[in-house]
């Protein structure tokens, strides 16, 4: 047994002095009655009876205090240890730097914008690895994939515009460090470029070709638009001008919009909440492949700070009842008392409210922290995973089902509800497996029978759209495949099941977890040939990997990763870069192309 906050235990000291201010101040009132009274007529005024209650009175008091601030120290016992396996993805974050950032159309700049939306994004984020590029004249890749956030954070913020000696906006150069970046890891996991831009560019028709590339490669760009209108660029005494004119930079998000749409990716809207950030994410765990990256254990503990909570309660009754009728004190924190003790019933509550909202990440996580105090509460992981699966984590959800059908008090449409997530995470074989399980249990059952036909198509019409393997496979020769081939044939896909359908917290409306889905995709389903998909089993062992084109990039000045070469530098450019580093703290310069507009 220990304390989970032992620092409540510190109040005891605190009671203690209080203790003995109690007792020093009875012995003065006793004091100062025997000076009034004579000692015969003392103990009629104040009889024993009276003296013995108020002590029992103080001394339930004290007491209480003391068993409520170990109540607060939180007592537990019982340690388990629970392996939570982490998954995520491959991401490279492309910041625009360019002086066009500094536009303030919003609050406190684009450039401010941008900083707060990726620190929004890494908090999302969970075992995804994070790359990141900078461009402005030039893109330089600033940092390979990496689980620290606490890095790139720290990097972001030190980025300045001043930085870049040529200015302009690279988004093309900066699409293809980002391909360079992803390219140099081969694991499985799902890739994507996501960028923060005001979207204006100098050289349209390279962007364009940029995209191509990465949607040749396999690898969608997500673009942020960040700034809202036309708008002067700040500067040091003024604004910016340009051969006599003052500069006004204009935000272009139709071209960011074009991007996300050659690629397969997505354009989000720069807001100011964090809701754009949320959308993204739920659109990057429907749309790419997450694999196993690392087992996380988690200490949990049965709590037993009811016990001592209990009985301070109870001795604040004591005293209260021992006391002249007039000390309505005592009674009012008793039922402050018992009002916290149903603290973790008011959780649940609040996990359903959130649900019913329709606030499924706080519902999410509400659900999750009850899960884990509670891991065989088959009831809890239905309630979390109905608020995955409208968040979009179609794998959490499907995780959740999985072990909720695996209890013995788990719900008779926990397999089917796991089957309709794993179909929209993209592993058609294990949600063929599911709803054969769930045949073999309830033979004829028509949505499973209808759900699992429409995923055997669809398995079918994958493996027709996959290529032959290359006729010469020892030539290291890897022929690039779009993974958008066949998505024109598309079936219906099977509807999950519906977790809206009632009140989580309200077993006369039907559990939302326990909901069957419509067999038929209705309108607006996602779709599930862009959702996260797992190679089946037809196919072919020689697929070329898509980023082997960029391979042969090199490095550029500086010698910073991925970047993209702009040529060999002078040596009077060297002579500045050495000049920029200081001891202990290196201060890094961009060089990038000569010429261009200075935004």
Known sequence: MNLAEPAWMAGILAIAALAVVVVLAGRRHRARLATV????????????????????????????LVAAFVALAEPRTDKQLRALRARGTDLVIAVD???????????????????????????????????????????????????????????LGEMEPDQFESQGSDLGGAIRAGL???????????????VFSDGEVHQPDDVVAAAKEAADAGVPVYTVGVGLEAEPIPVEGGF???????????????????????TGGAYVSSVASGADMADLVAELRRSLTSVAREQQQRETWTSLFQWPLGLSAVLLLFAAWLGDGRRLGGVLLVLVALGSSRAEAGTRAEADEA?????????????????????SDADLLERLAASRYRLGDFEGAARAWDQASRLPDGAETDVFNAANAHYQAGRLERARELYDEVLAARPGDPD????????????????????????????????????????????????????????????????????????????G????????????????????????????????????????????????????????????????TYLGPPGGPPW
């Open 37 to 64: 009274f004579h000692p015969a007529w003392l103990a009629r005024v104040v009889p024993a009876s009276v003296e013995r209650r108020r002590r029992w009175r103080q001394s339930a008091a004290l007491l209480a």
């Open 448 to 523: 499973a029978t209808l759900n699992r036909d429409l995923v055997e198509q669809e398995i079918a019409l994958r493996r027709k759209a996959k290529p032959p393997p290359p006729p010469d496979q020892g030539s290291g020769e890897n022929q690039e495949q779009n993974p958008n081939d066949g998505q024109d044939q598309q079936q219906p896909a099977p509807a999950p099941a519906d977790p809206e359908s009632g009140d989580p917290g309200d077993p006369e409306q039907g559990d939302p977890s326990g909901e069957k889905g419509n067999p038929q995709a209705g309108e």
């Open 180 to 194: 360079l970046l992803l390219s140099r890891d081969k694991q499985p996991a799902g890739k994507a470029i996501i």
């Open 97 to 155: 730097l360019s002086r066009s950032m500094l536009a303030r159309d919003v609050d406190p700049s684009r450039l401010g914008r941008a900083r707060r939306e990726v620190a929004d994004l890494l908090g999302l984020l969970e075992a995804d690895r994070v790359g990141l590029v900078v461009f402005a004249g030039g893109a330089y890749a600033r940092l390979p994939l990496t689980a620290d956030r606490r890095v790139i954070s720290i990097l």
């Open 355 to 375: 649900y019913r909202t329709g606030n499924y990440r706080d519902a999410s996580r509400g659900f999750e922290e009850l899960s884990l105090e509670a891991p």
């Open 240 to 262: 910016l001008e340009w051969q006599g004119q003052k500069v006004t930079s204009t935000p272009d998000p139709e071209m960011l919009k074009a991007v996300a749409r050659a």
């Open 525 to 588: 389903d996602p779709d599930p040939q862009a959702a996260d998909g797992e190679q089946d089993a037809g196919s072919s062992p020689g697929d070329a990997d898509p980023t082997a084109g960029d391979a042969s990039r090199q490095g550029g000045p500086g010698g910073e990763p991925g970047a993209v070469a702009s040529g060999p530098i002078s040596a009077a450019q060297a002579e500045r870069l050495l000049d920029g580093v200081e001891e202990g703290q290196p201060t890094r």
